[in-house]
């Protein structure tokens, strides 16, 4: 499943279908179209519940790829399985100048992006 929805003052976005690559970066790519668009500056995005797993140069190459289209517009909160998590993404985009942090806790995201919890 794969949801794009603007929510109170942020977008919300779910991916849950099996990793692939090109998919993650044509997320991306509908993401930027929709902030070409709209005013969002806080975004929430899930992919707890995406199966597979992510290579370590893919992690970096999301990471590059993050940055090119999202430096600078906002504010992003990436909620992804504990078991999964290892930084090296969020390192890499922290460092290149993106604010995006990544959280294995819905609610920690959502008080880290500043947003009211109503969905």
Do not use: H
Not at 77 to 85: D, H, M, R, S, T
Not at 87 to 115: C, H, K, P, Q
Request: one cysteine or more.
């Amino acid at each position: 499943m794969k949801l794009i929805e603007g929510r109170n003052g942020y977008l919300y976005v779910e991916y849950s279908e099996p990793y692939q690559f090109n998919k993650i970066v044509e997320l991306m790519y509908e993401v930027i179209t929709i902030c070409e668009t709209e005013s969002y500056q806080k975004f929430l995005v899930n992919i707890s519940n995406m199966t597979g797993k992510v290579r370590q140069i893919d992690r970096f190459e999301l990471a590059m790829k993050g940055v090119s289209l999202f430096q600078y517009k906002g504010k992003y909160a990436i909620v992804y399985c504990k078991e999964e998590i290892n930084s090296f993404a969020e390192t890499v985009g922290v460092n290149r100048g993106l604010n995006a942090r990544i959280f294995d806790d819905m609610n920690e995201a959502i008080s880290w992006l500043g947003i009211e919890n109503n969905q």
